[in-house]
């Protein structure tokens, strides 16, 4: 790739120094708005502060509370990265989460 391509298609995070707690900065390609005949912004989404533990029956989180928590952060998120990323982005991206997401629960089948 000869047009500036190769530096955002690799795919791989880059570190902006190597100590630890380091910023880590992945650049990719926004969607492309002449389809839709408008501006795409860039996007900066910053995941930058620990979230500590959420104690489920304590005074001040309920079970509801917990789920509305995360339901939101996960609208936000979603929102900024399907009108930010090409759509076979986004799509693939999909894929790769639930790929993730079903790892997570191996274990005996039966068949």
Known sequence: MSNGLESLSNGKPKLTNK???SLIEIVLFKADGTLRDEHIPDTIIRICQPL???Q????EWTLK????FYRKQ???L???LFNAL???TFDRMTIEIMKKKVSLYRGKTES
């Open 78 to 80: 979603v929102d900024a």
């Open 74 to 76: 996960a609208e936000v």
């Open 56 to 59: 489920y029956g304590s005074s």
């Open 65 to 68: 509370d917990i789920e509305n």
């Open 19 to 21: 100590l630890p707690g």
């Open 52 to 54: 500590g533990r959420i």
């Open 86 to 88: 090409p759509q076979g």
